[in-house]
């Protein structure tokens, strides 16, 4: 199975750390702009007639500030164009700020099952920090209109003035209003967003606060019953985010929209990051792609090491023969031997310990030297 990813790049505002392909000042294209995704899905559709598909995500921006309806027509066009499963994961990211009980309705009427919803902490001070356009009281009264809803909420850990009892507060809140899933992040300061000039001001936590940050996240969610699956994903029982497992599986997706990426038959390519530019494109009847890549041999197989130890499920060893040819043990055993104190290994799996799980990157770096 495989997935579709849909770039819905409008918003109210920029958030300050924002370092997506989003557009706070041309949501008056969003009609224009639909029809050219819904264009695009069309035309990608004869080439993947072979594929089924087992999840849809409508990420942005802010997928939620467009007009619903919108939203309901590309879960039909992606129905229409494409070998959906009946029982697919469809999810929406939806903002606090813009939702509605109409909206909701209209979003769970065309088959969507599943929301991501940007909480990011439950302190309106901090929200205010970051340029989000919701309060703590939209978050609830989003969750409220979620009521027995497949939902998660997003939580950001290293921010500004930030404390680990702010986090394990954000955590309560979600879990009390019934999210049966927790992404919590650590905020990464780009070059180039607002909140890069706190970083180099030196007013955001050090590395070694957010790692403590983020072990107290870890602890507060244990307590309410979300197991970790990946560094940053976190959820009760049986309801893992099927969409971005697939990722981590080193699986197939198809991505429609401005800035949008896919994979498909070890081919990896990405659409214009230029709104103007898209438009051009899927109106001239051709694709908006501006990076394409064959990843062959050992690219591969390091981004598959890559994937799966950011999971706690880690690598499978005999899957791992089945699709790369090779003993992982055997070829890598210099460097498993390097890093004994951070992996834990037996016959079926390697995988990262639990309490290094957050340094992974450094970890996972030392497999490609």
Request: proline share 2%; charged share 25%.
């Amino acid at each position: 199975m495989a997935g579709i990813y849909v770039h819905i790049p409008f918003c109210k505002s920029k958030c300050s750390y924002c370092d997506f392909a989003s557009f706070p000042d041309k949501l008056c294209f969003a009609e224009s702009y639909m029809a050219c995704v819904y264009r695009e899905m069309a035309k990608r559709s004869p080439e993947l007639k072979n594929y089924s598909f087992d999840t849809l995500y409508i990420g942005g921006g802010t997928p939620s500030v467009i007009d619903a309806n919108y939203i309901a027509m590309l879960v039909a066009s992606a129905k229409k164009n494409f070998n959906l499963s009946p029982s697919a994961e469809i999810t929406i990211e939806i903002n606090p700020g813009t939702v509605s009980a109409g909206k909701i309705d209209i979003y769970k009427k065309s088959g969507i099952n599943r929301f991501s919803v940007g909480l990011q902490t439950a302190i309106d001070s901090q929200l205010r920090d970051l340029g989000r356009i919701h309060t703590l009281n939209e978050f609830i009264y989003c969750a409220k209109l979620l009521k027995g809803e497949n939902f998660n909420a997003d939580v950001m850990i290293g921010l500004k003035n930030q404390t680990a009892e702010d986090i394990e507060k954000t955590i309560e809140t979600a879990s009390a209003f019934g999210a049966s899933h927790v992404s919590m992040y650590a905020l990464t300061p780009e070059d180039g967003t607002p909140i890069y000039t706190d970083y180099l001001n030196g007013e955001l936590p050090d590395g070694d606060t957010v790692a403590e940050m983020y072990a107290a996240g870890v602890k507060k969610l244990a307590s309410l019953g979300y197991n970790r699956y990946e560094v940053s994903n976190f959820c009760k029982k049986g309801r893992e985010s099927r969409h971005n497992v697939n990722y981590w599986n080193r699986g197939e997706y198809i991505g429609f929209g401005v800035s949008a990426s896919s994979c498909i038959n070890d081919v990896r390519f990405t659409n214009t990051f230029d709104l103007d530019e898209y438009f051009k494109c899927i109106l001239s009847d051709n694709y908006a792609v501006i990076d394409s890549v064959k990843i062959e041999g050992d690219d591969r197989e390091e981004e598959y090491i890559m994937l799966r130890l950011r999971t706690c499920a880690g690598i499978d060893l005999a899957a791992f023969k089945r699709l790369f040819g090779c003993d992982f043990k055997e070829k890598y055993s210099l460097q498993l031997e390097k890093l004994a104190k951070y992996l834990y290994c037996d016959e079926n799996t390697v995988r990262i310990k639990d309490e290094y799980l957050f340094v992974q990157n450094s970890i996972i770096v030392d497999f490609f030297g």
